[in-house]
T-cell receptor, first 114, second 109 residues
Framework: SAVISQKPSRDICQRGTSLTIQCQVD?????MFWYRQQPGQSLTLIAT?????????ESGFVIDKFPISRPNLTFSTLTVSNMSPEDSSIYLC???????????FGPGTRLTVL | GENVEQHPSTLSVQEGDSAVIKCTYS??????FPWYKQELGKGPQLIID?????GEKKDQRIAVTLNKTAKHFSLHITETQPEDSAVYFC????????FGTGTSLTVIP
């Protein structure tokens, strides 16, 4: 398995501001993923982040709204930009250490936008 | 793309009884099927998984079965305990993970 931490664990933000979420893994991993989980819902993939390349975004998610950095094999950030109340969700990072390996999730960041 | 359906959405059982959660998928290329448990305020935790070359896998009180022909797989929890209460997600994976809609399990003491 992998030990994954996220910062912050929760935040309350004002409309129009931005928040950067950090994800740290205890070992080097090839692929990192960012998910959104709206209240009472399933997990929706936002983007896949590989070190050294641009993140790949899923349909409905764009880089201007959710810029991602992946500076090394143990760390990634997701920024939620120009927030609105509809962005209130849990944001989760996960890691995958190889092809068709399982994904391990961080504890999540609970975001509330007022 | 893949479509994963999960049933039931909510499930209540008496402590000691069994719980069964079922998922179906649509993409025959999916060949890896993990199950996650998510407790309140936490991220999903892998509890068991199965690959397409296996029909059944068991780990203590938890078992998973896979029917590739019918494209469905199930999670079985026996001798349920209150600490089993959580939301459970299935997933089907080929090149990407696709998650089910979740089952909220309540075990009544």
């Amino acid at each position: 398995s992998a030990v994954i931490s996220q910062k912050p664990s929760r935040d309350i933000c004002q409309r129009g501001t931005s928040l950067t979420i950090q994800c740290q893994v205890d070992s080097q991993v090839t692929m990192m993923f960012w998910y959104r989980q709206q209240p009472g819902q399933s997990l929706t993939l936002i983007a896949t982040a590989n070190q050294g390349s641009e993140a790949t975004y899923e349909s409905g998610f764009v880089i201007d709204k959710f810029p991602i950095s992946r500076p090394n094999l143990t760390f990634s950030t997701l920024t939620v930009s120009n927030m609105s109340p509809e962005d209130s969700s849990i944001y989760l990072c996960s890691v995958d250490r190889g092809s068709l390996d399982t994904q391990y999730f961080g504890p999540g960041t609970r975001l509330t936008v007022l | 793309g893949e479509n994963v359906e999960q049933h039931p959405s909510t499930l209540s059982v008496q402590e000691g009884d069994s719980a069964v959660i079922k998922c179906t998928y649509s993409d025959s290329a999916s060949n890896y099927f993990p199950w996650y448990k998510q407790e309140l305020g936490k991220g999903p935790q892998l509890i068991i998984d199965i690959r397409s070359n296996v029909g059944e896998k068991k780990d203590q009180r938890i078992a998973v079965t896979l029917n590739k022909t019918a494209k469905h797989f199930s999670l079985h929890i026996t001798e349920t305990q209150p600490e089993d209460s959580a939301v459970y997600f299935c997933a089907a994976a080929g090149n990407q993970f696709y998650f089910g809609t979740g089952t909220s399990l309540t075990v009544i003491p």
